[in-house]
């Protein structure tokens, strides 16, 4: 079982940063492969970035690439997620997701074991 905790969201102007933490509880941290998903209301959940268990691979949707980065300590049990050039349609809830089966990291959601509460993030124009 992992139990996992978002932070950092909060309102930004449009063209600013923030940065999003997941911690992790427990010891096998590193045996998860770990993922960031958003959902804004009334839309579906999507998928925004995944890392795999090493920190080594990396993936991201096409609608936040080369303006995000996902990133991971080990040692600390937390995943990062860096969002650069904020857009007001990046608004959303963001969750961090663990999955235990693949190394990689995947962007499907129902994949994913594990989820966090969320935290909101919200861009303004």
């Known amino acids: 079982q992992v139990q996992l905790v978002e932070s950092g969201g909060g309102l930004v102007q449009a063209g600013g940063s923030l940065r999003l933490s997941c911690v992790a509880s427990?010891?096998?941290?590193?045996?998860?492969?770990m993922g960031w998903f958003r959902q804004a209301p009334g839309k579906e959940r999507e998928f925004v970035a995944a890392i795999s268990r090493s920190g080594g691979s990396t993936n991201y949707a096409d609608s936040v690439k080369g303006r995000f980065a996902v990133s991971r300590d080990n040692a600390k049990n937390t995943v990062y997620l860096q969002m650069n050039s904020l857009k007001p349609e990046d608004t959303a809830v963001y969750y961090c997701a663990a999955e235990r089966d693949r190394p990689w990291g995947t962007n499907n959601v129902r994949q994913y074991d594990y989820w966090g509460q969320g935290t909101q993030v919200t861009v303004s124009s």
């Open positions: 427990g010891r096998t941290f590193s045996s998860y492969a």
